[in-house]
């Protein structure tokens, strides 16, 4: 690569790995020579510490599908596009805010989606402490959002309890039955469901840091000094215990491993493994979850006891946890006699980032509406009603996609429950 802009912008990332605007700079420019993988993994770095961050969804978008990677090129946008419509709603609103005033609920969620906005002079902000002793890799959050915050999804809630929460809230029972505190739980499903949502909560149950980090960084931005890198993860985590250790993306070793010269993956998961095999949970206080829309393709290693040998299934929102999000995303909008039970019930299927996508299609054409009427209307049940109608649920594709791996690779039945949700609902 010769390009004299394109080595600039990468010799900045590298100087200041942690900033943002520069490494979706690098991508556009990676795009635009016609390196649509190598600008996604950048834009994906920046999104694995602020995923709600526009200008790297817009570029991962455009990369995505310049890769020929459709389905992922349309999640990216739906969720820029998502994340447009709510703030532009906001303002649309008059600048409404009511900031912590909410009920503990979906708007507290919200709150955190906004937290780019966080004044990094406020002493009570967690992520000032973050880039200095962390390497410049990640980027943290206290969370406080617990499951209470999450809609609906009992099941899923109630998985956790079981397999992760109750054991560390117990740990003499935990021992007295002989059961291990250690290892990791893996969350896995379709995108745009709640996994990273769950992560957070999760976190805030056990009154933890929330520390995300994206395994794409680690493994391409910092190739040759990832196992480091790694190891100082687990030391900051340990540090600023208790604390989540979050590895959204975890296939990506999985994936990854086959391609990469000189087994640098492999290194990678070695020293994952070793870090995992060290810890112990409850005297560390570190705590380790990974989530993943491809399980089959996460290194079988990292699977064994004492790893993340558990997973918990992230199915589309049930029509409880719909209702949630459409009141979230409903929030600060104009709206007239709108029954989100209602509009919970049409639509079965949805991922929570399709939800956004109605609200957000349904405002924008009202705010039509009144630009050619010139009056203003607040949204109504039909304009929700008519977006429901032309979206698409887009977890269809996911679902046929890991029919096939799943009925392949159900080894120990471990992707029952999946299949038998793929076939109530008829999706392969
Ligand atoms: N049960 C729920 N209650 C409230 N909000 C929810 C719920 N489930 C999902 N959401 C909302 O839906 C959106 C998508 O959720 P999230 O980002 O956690 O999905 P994900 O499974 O991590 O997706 P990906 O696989 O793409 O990373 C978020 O805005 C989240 O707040
Ligand atoms: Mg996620």
């Not at 810890?279 to 699977?303: I, Y």
């Not at 992230?314 to 929030?331: C, G």
């Not at 939800?355 to 349904?362: D, G, H, I, P, Q």
């Amino acid at each position: 690569m010769t390009d004299p802009l394109v080595d600039a912008l990468r010799a900045a990332v590298e100087a200041a790995p942690q900033n943002a605007p520069v490494r979706v700079q690098l991508a556009e420019a990676l795009l635009a020579q016609g390196e649509a993988e190598e600008a996604l993994l950048h834009a994906r770095a920046v999104l694995a510490a602020s995923p709600a961050d526009a200008p790297a969804l817009g570029v991962a978008a455009r990369a995505a599908s310049a890769n020929g990677q459709d389905d992922v090129a349309a999640g990216y946008a739906q969720l820029r596009d998502a994340l447009a419509g709510g703030t532009g709603g906001g303002r649309a609103g008059g600048g409404r805010q009511r900031p912590g005033t909410g009920p503990r609920g979906p708007a507290r969620i919200s709150a955190r989606g906004d937290e780019e906005d966080r004044d990094p002079a406020d002493p009570e902000s967690p992520d000032e402490d973050a880039p200095n002793d962390s390497g410049g890799l990640f980027v943290e959050r206290a969370s406080d959002v617990t499951l209470a915050d999450v809609g609906g999804m009992t099941d899923v809630k109630r998985e956790l309890e079981r397999s992760f929460l109750g054991p560390l809230r117990h740990p003499d029972l935990t021992a007295h039955y002989g059961a291990s505190l250690g290892g990791g739980l893996m969350l896995y499903g379709p995108p745009g469901c709640g996994k990273t949502l769950l992560a957070r909560a999760v976190a805030g149950e056990l009154g933890a840091q929330f520390v995300s980090i994206g395994l794409q960084d680690v493994l391409d931005l910092w190739l040759g000094e990832s196992e480091r890198k790694l190891h100082e993860a687990f030391g900051y985590a340990r540090r600023h215990a208790p604390c989540v250790l979050f590895f959204d993306e975890v296939d990506a070793l999985g994936q990854k491993r086959g391609q990469l010269k000189g087994g640098a993956g492999r290194n990678v998961v070695n020293q994952l493994l070793s870090e995992m095999d060290g810890m112990d949970s409850q005297d560390d206080g570190v705590f380790v979850l990974a989530a993943t829309n491809h399980p089959w393709d996460v290194d079988s290693a990292l699977r064994r006891p004492g790893r993340f040998d558990r997973s918990v299934l992230v199915l589309p929102p049930d029509a409880e946890a719909r209702a949630a999000i459409f009141s979230l995303h409903l929030r600060d909008r104009p709206v007239d006699g709108v029954d989100v039970q209602r509009l919970a019930k049409r639509t079965d299927g949805f991922s929570g980032a399709d939800v956004a996508l109605v609200c957000r299609t349904a405002t924008a054409n009202v705010m039509e509406d009144a630009m050619a009427s010139g009056t203003m209307r607040p949204v109504r049940q039909s304009d929700l009603d008519a977006a429901i109608a032309e979206t698409r649920p887009s977890t269809a594709p996911w679902f046929k996609l890991a029919y096939n791996f799943a009925a392949f690779a159900n080894d120990g039945g471990e992707y029952d429950g999946l299949l038998a949700y793929i076939r109530k609902h008829r999706l392969a």
